[in-house]
């Protein structure tokens, strides 16, 4: 089946910095990846839609500034949080679409 | 806009009892209706529906579509703790990307010995 990896799983960074988040597709090759966020018992928020080679579509009030995503491959999409702040502090799951979605395992962010 | 609302929130049964979670979804143009487990990570795929009245089944889960009624159940029969888990139901439409989602809050399952 098909195997969707993020990395890092988990990441503890301090108020103000940057952290990026990978997102690839180990056995097949996606031209389109979504990064979503999950808040605790809440459901998955789409934040955008990421296709290879183009500008991210974001989703209604999440800021492309500010959640920065890159999709330079065919198996590669990274999210880069800038100038993280506690209130980004939440689950980060990205997936990958051939014929369906395939999630990745999550990234857990916690910003201090 | 694409909505999905999921009943009910949370449950909670013995071992053995049977359960029904509900979805039903208002979304542009369906394409399909998805049903996820999610435990403590990324959500699991469990079937996809595009079809009224045709069931799909896997061991002691099955799912069912109408698409009149706009709405879709997952069955559980003698549930298991291992089945202890969120479900997400999600549609897909033909706004927008063509694999974009639109998920619900989730039923929270919990299966107690």
């Known amino acids: 089946g098909a195997v969707v990896s993020q990395h890092p799983s988990w990441v503890i960074c301090k108020s103000g910095t940057s952290v990026k988040i990978e997102c690839r597709s180990l056995?097949?090759?996606?031209?389109?990846m979504f990064w979503y966020r999950q808040f605790p018992k809440q459901s998955l928020m789409l934040m955008a839609t990421?296709?290879?080679?183009?500008?991210?579509?974001?989703e209604q009030g999440v800021e492309k500034d500010k959640f920065l995503i890159n999709h330079a491959s065919l198996t590669l999409s990274t999210l880069t949080v800038t100038s993280a702040h506690p209130e980004d502090s939440s689950f980060y799951i990205c997936?990958?679409?051939?014929?369906?979605?395939?999630f990745g395992p999550g990234t857990r962010l916690t910003v201090l | 806009e694409d909505k999905v609302v999921q009943s009910p929130l949370s449950l909670v049964v013995h071992e053995g009892d049977t359960v029904t979670l509900n979805c039903s979804y208002e979304?542009?143009?369906?394409?399909?209706l998805l049903w996820y487990k999610q435990e403590k990570k990324a959500p699991t795929f469990l079937f996809m529906l595009?079809?009224?009245?045709i069931e799909k089944k896997s061991g002691r889960l099955s799912s069912i579509l109408d698409k009149k009624e706009l709405f879709s159940i997952l069955n559980i029969t003698a549930t298991q703790t291992g089945d202890s888990a969120v479900y997400l139901c999600?549609?897909?439409?033909?706004?927008?990307?063509?694999?974009?989602?639109?998920f619900g809050k989730g039923t929270l399952l919990t299966v107690n010995p």
């Open positions: 997936s990958a679409a051939d014929t369906e979605q395939f």
């Open positions: 056995d097949f090759q996606a031209t389109t």
């Open positions: 990421s296709n290879e080679g183009s500008k991210a579509t974001y």
């Open positions: 979304v542009t143009n369906f394409r399909s």
């Open positions: 595009t079809s009224s009245g």
């Open positions: 999600a549609v897909r439409g033909s706004g927008g990307s063509n694999y974009k989602l639109t």
